[in-house]
């Protein structure tokens, strides 16, 4: 009886390991359903593991002596007037997780309607670019190629104002 029981006890641990497993791996998909359906699979792991991200800091364009325009559908009409290389920055893994993630985001809002852009993030590897654009001020972000905004959950909003300050410290 001693050792049936043992085993049973090990059964029992196993199961639940991979019971805790399972529920585990269930609610971490379901953190990030919608953002996915958002960013698409190739962008939101591109956003995840890209080896380059720089930060641009935007102004409107001015229409005389000003630096080309971004060439970007997503930011026509906008200059960069700052960029950092952000890749190895503090904070950065945090910050790329909160992007893919759910609860970042306020889901019931209203789209942006004339966004005012003040930063985009640009993620790069060999062969895929991305660049996610940024009113902090509305709380607003939208994506290259996608038509629609979303809207910032104070939590991501406020983390990503102190990360982008600490990231330009000219501002």
Known sequence: MNLNSG????????????????GAWWHQRQQGRRALAYWGAG?????RRAEHVTLLTLKPTQTTGEEPPVQSDLLQGYTIVDRHEISQAR??????????SDPS???KSTPATNPRW???LRFNDDNEDTIVAFDLTRG?????GRNSTLKLGPTLMNG????????????
């Open 140 to 144: 607003y972000l939208q994506a290259k």
């Open 43 to 47: 962008t939101a792991l591109l956003i």
């Open 7 to 22: 085993k049973l006890v090990i059964l029992i641990i196993a199961a639940a390991a991979f019971i805790a497993a399972g």
């Open 118 to 120: 003040e930063f985009a």
């Open 160 to 171: 990503l104002r102190q990360f982008f300050a600490e990231q330009t410290p000219s501002s």
């Open 105 to 107: 985001y306020i889901w």
């Open 91 to 100: 904070g950065l893994i945090h910050a790329r997780q909160a992007l893919i």
